[in-house]
């Protein structure tokens, strides 16, 4: 049965950091791209950042360049976002994705509020 378990949201007052972790049992994460999601309230869940299987690329949305950084643990089946330089906009929950497959996290709330 294949799992992902989010961790790491909380309360941050803008400009904080946070690091958020997926751990994924039941499959093999090394072989797929992954990538976090999030949805903040009213609005669609959107794409923030992937990552391909050994590293070689990773790809974020212009809302989240060069602030957010997307890693993996391939040995421990964990997939990482380092989030700085938080915003207020930032707020919502943040879910981790095996691949383009329907497996996901429960989410994380993060909420970027003074």
């Known amino acids: 049965q294949v799992q992902l378990v989010e961790s790491g949201g909380g309360l941050v007052q803008p400009g904080g950091s946070l690091r958020l972790s997926c751990v994924v049992s039941g499959t093999l994460s090394r072989f797929n791209t992954m990538g976090w999601y999030r949805q903040a309230p009213g609005k669609q869940r959107e794409l923030v950042a992937t990552?391909?299987?050994?590293?070689?690329?990773?790809d974020y949305a212009d809302s989240v360049k060069d602030r957010f950084s997307i890693s993996r643990d391939n040995a421990k089946n964990t997939l990482y976002l380092q989030m700085n330089s938080l915003k207020p906009e930032d707020t919502a929950v943040y879910y981790c994705?095996?691949?383009?497959?329907?497996?996901w996290g429960q989410g994380t709330q993060v909420t970027v509020s003074s």
């Open positions: 990552i391909t299987p050994g590293s070689s690329r990773t």
């Open positions: 994705r095996l691949g383009s497959s329907n497996y």
